[in-house]
């Protein structure tokens, strides 16, 4: 009998997906950013001081928050109910009112859609660059996709490759329970 491992959405992924995301960059802004400004404009009116505060935190928000708020509730929202499970060679894909089995045989190819970041493993200086998603096609016809918040890297899938695709916005489409996605 062997072992059966486990891939969901759970606190190190949170931590992957939501803090890293979300807090860094009020940490960057607050801690360098404010300083850096006032020290560069040598500004000592309160008012100033709050109006310079108030424009980096609707930057930070915009270019920065937002669009990890959108990458993260889109993987969220599909990865929060799925579970992989797998003995190796069968696995086990379920949500809460879909279960789908296959074998490692019944895998034609994987698509694995990557950020630019991942894909050209890059220092990730957007936050939200960790984001990704996998197709498995099957024999059958059936496609599934899988959210990086539930399954981060194919190698349970070894010794079938992975065909990598850079893909500038990672973004899943939840159609029809776990069969659904865009490419």
Known sequence: ???????????????KYAINVFLPPYL?????????VL??????????????????????????????????????????DVEL????ESFTLHSQNEKIVFLKDDIEYIDVFLSPVLYDKRINFVYWGNYSYMTLSLKSG???????????????FSPLIAKRHKKQFPLLRKKVGLAAGNN
């Not at 100033?48 to 505060?53: A, K, V």
């Not at 920065?64 to 959108?70: D, E, K, R």
């Not at 499970?85 to 190796?88: A, K, Q």
């Open 1 to 15: 009998m062997s072992i059966q491992k486990r891939f969901r959405y759970d606190k190190g992924k949170r931590k």
């Open 28 to 36: 960057i802004m607050v801690f360098i950013g404010c300083p850096a």
């Open 39 to 80: 020290i560069y404009f040598k500004e000592t009116d309160v008012l100033e001081i709050l109006n310079m505060y108030l424009y980096l935190s609707l930057y930070v928000l915009v270019f920065f928050s937002l669009p990890g708020f959108i990458f993260w509730y889109n993987h969220y929202s599909f990865a929060k």
């Open 85 to 88: 499970v797998t003995d190796g």
């Open 142 to 156: 059936q496609k599934l996709f899988i959210s990086c918040m539930t399954l981060d890297e194919p190698k349970i």
